[in-house]
């Protein structure tokens, strides 16, 4: 067979080239292949005796890429901390699948290696759930970047296993501050219309796939106003006989969905590349939101009548990357003149490699294909057969009677050269946080309110429909007007299962917090996690059957310390795992977020982690919402207060840096969120809040100006390091497991012996009590009023902030 | 008992399919989703059916206007739905669903064939969900509303649902032959603006009926207040009432028996 | 600047919402030219294009305006001449939004399909752009780097800007 390349134009000679050649023919192509990779594409080629196809070269970059690989997290790192250096071989084996490995859960039904991670849900059931970055496109084009993402993670709930329902759409970004006022360069969009267009995209995706987006969250920061970073997250429910998949020789390779055009090329080595002006259009698509539905509607049909054996989506790499990745274990034989096409002029290569929407790949036994094409045919979707899984090994590409690939799968999947870095890290100095005069507490908590990152969501929520499929029974917007800040969204797929006699519900949370990370990132993914799982917990989810998924956005890992910092990252999510006994089931990277600014300096962004939980609601009637219900009511808070206002939002709003960052004690914490768990199975709490941003007093003020009454705390009777005396740390200080719990009087007893121990060791304290009058009103450790603050007022300020800067 | 065939029809684009085929199967009926492509094969037979439901979504992306495609679909494969309304069966279009009807001519006048109102992009400018409170006109004989109380819950989502009017001159006809069903109000009643009227509909109008009362056409969504817990108060003690949407529903499902 | 030329085959079918109704996405519009600096500007209204390629006629292009992209009650329609139109000073301004060829259009897709299912043939491509018609004195290089930074985005937009009638 092996006739390669008969045309010289198909070809791309390498052999005998130097390596300043290879990287600038690479580097007109954007292939974003380093030199150890090039040398290694040489010699596999030399051993062949015969120079690559261009088809060939780019399905290795590929393949090979950052985005495909995760190099970064797979390769060797020589890690420096302090005096001390060691060699980490393999970060992700090494710290997030060695924990998860640790903790061992049995409901962990798929880990790491599909499109998604799956956990059960009850018997019969099966959640997926996987997160996604879009960042680079959405740097250039915010609507139709954010807008592709979306599709982009709902094909992965499509993809995984033979496809799930995807039943849940998140969403978190970070941007630069829409009131930013300094230059930006060439190109680049303003943070404002970079916000409307991601949120424009991401509703409009969304809206029209029918699925419900009811969680996430934005951070604001200067930093990201080059780099945004859009997450879209997707959760998916499917039977659990429909988790395992299976390719098998003499399967055809089958496409369905949308036709091939040029559209994306070279999405995935360009999202491994530094954005710059020369970002190439193609990169860029708009999205099809509807062709989408067809297709999931046409195979989650063709999936219950059982007509295929595996399935993945085209994503970054399209054919290339999805044929290549299902026939790794085999082989495969692919006919390109079989490929629907939008546009007749495409090269064979760019057919190959398209990353055209829309699309995916099923491996379909020859005898199912009359009833796999009918049930495509009445839901109006394309399908066309490509070719077959082979047995040989090798990934064979023709177009019409010429060979474009011949390649060893092992060689493709395998052959990756490890290149070692180097990583450094440098303990901060630890002492006092400094700069910024103090304000009155009233003065600080008013500003606090309105601060872009605490301010109401409610101009991006209600843009997403977020109670579609009818099972949203806790809604992200809650309380008497529905416009206060839920913990989590609870949802009840009864829409998916069909059983509307079955109560099942499951949450979703999010951390992110990369203040935390300016001082330490070990810290900064240890509070995520906790985060996360507190925002679980608030809502009635059990604690102690959180799933985790990690998303690190991160600048350029060839500089040595911000590698060091991921590494530091790493390890505090594996700490976190292991104390919190919540295993990771999927996660991604998106390496290289930095660029150059207005005056050609790099620019990358904070370190970013955020962290996705899920969790059953075992009983979704069960459910808590975060509104204060009634006066006269017990407010208890649980969890410790310590001295942690390093990274805080009161520090950002007096101007001060450094200053210890929260710490996790995941033992004590998860005592804590299982003891709340309980107690909110027996009915025993009104509303639960955790306390975040702004600390104990925003937490207060906003379960009081959602639910419509007051509040009177006492902050003598926190728990809390004894060594505090300033009313103002045990206010704002953002230590992490704690939540604030309305309990009824008559209640009360029983919610402690839910606390068992803990409630000796004054882990939980009753600390005030919910009013008639909408008042926060706080007495000091001296015993006096400190804050006497209307909540209608804060309410106002907190609602206004983001109206204000979008209209 | 006889339990009656609800046909759920579906096209590239729905959305609310399952959630309303779950709230006709709690109050008793049999739903069946059917692909308009089913019906213009023949396939399947609309009066072979009892009720007629047109589900929430974005047919077709809704490009072109809300529900336009799928409008023009309905005018030239369900031919026979004018028949199907004459004979007095249930027919309910639920956002999307109501946007067809609109502009397939079945409302507010079964009988006229021409299009007499419409929708445009609500005066926000934005796409919104959020929880309405609805005023029920109990001078309508619309059957879905029979004993329900006037004043009910229920949310809306949509981009493109303000209700306008060919003329001034339909207004009034629309309150003389009592097929304004339903209007957006505040909590205690009043026509009031944004947001209580979500989109700026012309006179608040929230649903319209035929005036014989068997079809009825509504922006705001029935099948998502089928149990306590889809109200977003039900954690406060305050709210305790019956879930307003399942009534509809189950109203349907009684009639056809 | 580049007025479109058609060939025979090309029409482009304008639908307009009619001055009557509240036009939300040209008030949203509106808004973000002024802050792009567009001062001057009145009154923003919208409108969409669809642009078909094939063997459909004049007639067959009118029809499948009037039946199947034009609301009967909101819009009114017209196929767009070849011809400039005459120019009328500085105060009036039209803007059309087209993605790039490169760029697939998904509504231009179900134009083609609901042109074809409503018994016309099968257009051999159609395409949807934004229309948005200016009311306000300005300059045509300020109106186009106003667009190029809030309606459109240059990277996948093509933009066409014309003074226009009022």
């Known amino acids: ?71 970064t997290f797979t390769s060797p790192i020589r890690y420096t901390e302090g005096r001390k250096t060691r060699t980490i071989k393999n970060l992700f084996a090494e710290t997030i699948v060695a924990a998860t490995e640790a903790v061992k859960k049995p409901w962990c039904l798929s880990l790491f290696k599909d499109n998604a991670g799956v956990v059960a849900f009850g018997k019969k059931w099966a959640l997926a759930f996987k997160v996604e970055t879009h960042n680079h496109p959405s740097a250039l084009e915010p609507y139709g970047g954010a807008a592709t993402g979306v599709g982009g993670v709902v094909r992965d709930i499509l993809g995984v296993g033979l496809g799930a329902k995807p039943i849940l759409n998140t969403d978190t970004f970070c941007f630069g501050r829409p009131d930013y006022k300094g230059a930006l360069p060439e ?81 995935a080595t360009f999202s491994s590349a530094n954005l710059g002006a ?46 290549g990745e299902l026939g790794a274990d085999c082989g495969a034989l692919v006919r390109l003149e079989n490929v629907p096409l939008k546009a007749t002029d495409l090269d064979s290569w760019e057919i190959w490699l398209s990353e055209s929407q829309e699309r995916m790949v099923l491996a379909v036994p020859p005898k199912s294909l009359k009833a796999l094409e009918a049930v495509f045919a009445s839901e109006g979707c394309e399908l066309a057969v490509l070719g077959e899984f082979t047995k040989t090994g090798r990934l064979v590409v023709m177009h019409h009677e010429r060979t ?50 605490v301010c109401s969501r409610e101009w991006v929520i209600r843009q997403y429909d977020h109670e579609v499929q009818g099972g949203t029974v806790v809604k992200p917007l809650q309380g ?80 040595p310390r911000q ?139 906003e379960m009081g100006f959602t ?101 | 008992m006889k339990k009656p065939k609800v046909l759920i029809l579906r096209a590239a684009g729905t959305n609310c399919e399952l959630e309303t085929a779950n709230a006709f199967k709690a109050v008793g009926g049999e739903p069946e989703l059917v692909h308009i492509s089913e019906l213009r094969t023949g396939k399947k037979k609309l009066m072979d059916f009892a009720i007629l439901s047109i589900p929430g979504g974005f047919s077709y992306g809704d490009d072109v206007g809300a529900g336009k495609v799928l409008a023009n679909q309905v005018r030239h494969t369900l031919t026979d739905l004018r028949q199907f309304v004459r004979l007095g069966r249930p027919v309910i279009g639920i956002c999307n669903g109501f946007q067809v009807l609109v502009k397939a001519g079945i409302l507010p006048h079964s009988n006229a064939c021409d299009q007499s109102a419409s929708f445009t992009v609500n005066d926000s400018g934005k796409f919104e969900t959020r929880w309405t409170h609805l005023r029920i006109n109990t001078q309508s004989s619309c059957l879905f509303f029979k004993g329900l109380p006037e004043m009910i819950e229920l949310p809306v989502a949509h981009g493109e649902g303000k209700l ?80 307003i949407g399942l009534e509809m529903f189950k109203n349907a499902v009684d009639y056809a028996r | 600047m580049s007025v479109k030329i058609q060939a025979a085959n090309v029409h482009v079918i304008e639908v307009k919402l009619r001055g009557e109704f509240n036009d939300a996405e040209g008030a949203a519009a509106f808004a973000l030219l002024k802050e792009q600096g567009l001062t001057a500007l009145k009154e923003v209204r919208t409108g969409r294009l669809y642009e078909v390629a094939g063997s459909l006629s004049a007639n067959q292009a009118h029809q499948a305006g009037k039946d199947l992209l034009c609301d009967a009650v909101t819009q009114e329609f017209r196929l767009v001449p070849a011809a400039p139109s005459p120019m009328n000073g500085m105060n009036f301004w039209r803007v059309e939004v087209w993605l790039k060829p490169t760029v697939s259009d998904a509504v231009g897709a179900t134009v083609a399909e609901a042109i074809a299912e409503g018994g016309l043939p099968r257009p051999a491509a159609a395409r949807c752009g934004m229309l948005y018609l200016l009311n306000g004195r300005a300059v045509k290089a300020q109106v186009e780097k106003a667009v190029a930074r809030s309606l459109a985005n240059p990277l996948i937009h093509r933009v066409v800007v014309t003074e226009a009638h009022p």
């Open chain 1, 1 to 71: 067979m092996s006739q390669l390349a008969e045309t010289s134009e198909d070809l791309f000679p390498i052999l005998g080239k130097p390596a300043k050649e290879l990287r600038a023919l690479g580097d007109a192509r954007h292939l974003s292949l380093s030199d150890p990779e090039w040398a290694a594409i040489q010699a596999h080629f030399k051993a062949l005796k015969r120079e690559p196809s261009l088809a060939e070269v780019e399905t290795i970059a590929q393949t090979w890429s950052e985005h495909c690989k995760h190099k």
């Open chain 1, 187 to 267: 190109g680049a969009h303003h943070p404002t219309r970079t916000l409307r267009g991601v949120v424009a995209g991401v509703r409009d995706y969304g809206n029209r796939m029918g699925i419900p987006t009811a969680g996430g969250g934005i951070w604001f920061d200067d930093d990201y106003r080059l780099n945004p970073l859009v997450f879209c997250g997707t959760v998916g429910i499917m039977p659990q006989w429909a988790v395992k998949k299976e390719v098998k020789p003499g399967d055809l390779i089958v496409a369905v969905g949308g036709r091939t055009g040029r559209d994306g090329l070279h999405g």
């Open chain 1, 278 to 323: 020369d970002a190439p259009s193609s990169a860029v698509q708009i999205g099809h939101a509807i062709q989408e539905k067809r297709v999931l509607d046409a195979l989650l049909a063709a999936r219950d009548k059982k007509l295929y054996g595996s399935v993945t989506d085209c994503g970054a790499g399209g054919f290339s990357s999805a044929i």
């Open chain 1, 404 to 453: 474009i690939v011949d390649l060893d799968m092992k060689f493709l999947h395998k052959g990756l050269p490890r290149v070692e870095r180097e990583a450094v890290w440098t303990a901060p100095p630890a002492g006092k946080a400094a700069g910024g005069a103090a304000k009155k507490a009233g003065d600080a908590l008013r500003e606090m309110v309105g601060h872009l990152n």
């Open chain 1, 480 to 559: 008497v007007r529905h416009d206060g800040p839920g913990d989590a969204c609870v949802i009840w797929p009864h829409a998916a299962t069909g059983d509307m006699e079955d109560f099942s519900c499951f949450a979703v949370g999010h951390g992110l917090n990369p203040d935390y990370g300016r001082i330490d990132p070990y810290y900064m993914a240890l509070a995520a996690v906790d985060e996360a799982l507190r925002n679980l917990t608030c809502v009635g989810a059990d604690p102690a059957r959180a799933a985790l998924l990690d998303n690190f956005c991160w600048a350029s890992p060839e500089d």
């Open chain 1, 563 to 701: 590698l060091g910092a991921l590494v530091r990252a790493a390890e505090g999510c594996a700490a976190a795992a292991k104390g919190f006994g919540a295993p990771f089931i999927s996660g991604k990277d998106s390496m290289f977020n930095q660029s150059k600014d207005e005056k050609g300096k790099e620019l990358p962004i904070p370190g970013t982690l955020l962290i996705s939980a899920m969790a059953p609601v075992p009983d979704g009637r069960k459910a808590v919402t975060m509104d204060f219900k009634g006066p006269g009511n017990a407010l208890y808070l649980i969890g410790r207060t310590n001295d942690e206002l390093g990274g805080s939002l009161y520090h950002r709003v007096l101007g001060r840096a450094g200053g210890e960052p929260p710490k996790v004690n995941p033992a004590s914490a998860i005592d804590g969120f299982k003891s709340l768990h309980a107690a909110m199975a027996r009915g025993h709490v009104l509303s639960a809040h955790d306390l975040s941003e702004g600390g104990l007093a925003l937490c207060a003020a």
């Open chain 1, 707 to 807: 639910g419509e009454f007051g509040c009177l705390l006492d902050l003598d009777e926190v728990p809390r390091d004894p060594r505090i005396y300033s009313n103002e740390t045990l206010l704002f200080s953002e230590s992490p497991s704690r939540i604030l719990v309305e309990v009824k009087p008559e209640n009360e007893s029983a919610f402690l012996r839910q606390f068992g121990k803990s409630a000796k060791s004054a882990m939980v304290r009753r600390m005030g009590q919910t009013t008639a009058n909408p008042i926060l009103k706080v007495t000091g450790l001296e015993g006096s009023t400190i804050l006497e603050e209307p909540l209608k007022e804060l309410k106002e300020a907190w609602q206004a902030a983001l109206p204000k800067v979008l209209g």
């Open chain 2, 164 to 243: 306008v009017l060919k003329s001034p001159r339909h207004l009034e006809d629309l309150k003389k032959t009592k097929s304004i069903a339903l209007q957006y109000v505040t909590e205690d009643g009043k026509l009031m603006g944004y947001p209580h009227n979500p989109n700026g509909s012309i006179f608040n109008i929230a649903g319209l009926t035929n005036p014989e009362g068997n079809v009825l056409g509504l922006m705001p969504h029935p099948e998502r207040f089928v149990s306590l817990h889809h109200h977003p108060n039900w954690t406060r003690q305050t709210y305790r009432k019956a879930p």
